[in-house]
């Protein structure tokens, strides 16, 4: 299963002073460049990454996967996975002889998973997604708020659209988790119009409430 790129920090960070960030210092020419056109804010949750592998020509149909090919999830979260993505949904909603492999991206989160699961939800764990590939193509978010729909899933929150530097403000203030009574961890903003830069890597950029206070 392919990994989901490193969504890279706005900001570099001074490596000399324990990683704080240097604010103004943008990590990439192309969050400089793009800084004040239109971008889409989403909700960063504070969980695990997981990665739903669909593809119904395989002998394993189904498949699950962390961060990477080598973590390991949770036992307590593996059996909510099974629980959540089924043979029966999966072929009910899409069929049995796509082409082309779908990966469902997403954070597991809830109680033991980080430091702070048990803010959104203190007596089990979930799963929200936040992105969907087809083969090679990238879905838009009204495509992955349609297959969510159909597979019962929840979608990361759209909190606001706006300039990289609203996106800076809005997490050194804080804001709400739509989860409940209790800060955000953050947001994670994509360009309006999705882009790519020079390596083939979709521009996505994120920043933490933490990285302030």
Not at 41 to 48: H, I
Not at 121 to 148: C, P, T, Y
Request: charged share 30%.
């Amino acid at each position: 299963m392919k990994k989901y790129q490193k969504i890279q920090t706005i900001f570099k960070r001074d490596m000399s002073n324990k990683g704080q960030i240097i604010e103004g210092k943008f990590s990439l020419p192309e969050f400089e460049y793009l800084k004040d056109n239109q971008w889409v804010f989403t909700e960063k949750v504070d969980g695990t990454n997981i990665r739903v592998f669909w593809q119904p020509q395989e002998l394993q149909p189904i498949r699950f996967g962390g961060k990477s090919d080598n973590a390991q999830i949770p036992t307590f979260l593996y059996d909510k996975l099974n629980s959540i993505f089924s043979y029966e949904l999966f072929s009910k909603s899409f069929g049995t002889e796509i082409d082309d492999y779908m990966c469902l991206y997403g954070e597991g989160y809830g109680a033991k998973i980080q430091k702070g699961g048990g803010n959104y939800k203190s007596d089990g764990v979930d799963f929200v997604l936040f992105d969907i590939k087809i083969g090679i193509w990238w879905l838009q978010r009204k495509d992955v708020e349609d297959i969510a729909q159909k597979l019962n899933l929840k979608v990361v929150p759209v909190i606001g659209e706006g300039t990289l530097a609203k996106m800076v403000e809005m997490t050194k203030k804080g804001f709400k988790s739509q989860w409940g009574d209790f800060t955000a961890e953050g947001i994670v903003a994509r360009p309006k119009t999705e882009l790519r830069n020079r390596k083939g890597e979709r521009i996505i950029t994120k920043i933490k409430y933490k990285d302030f206070n």
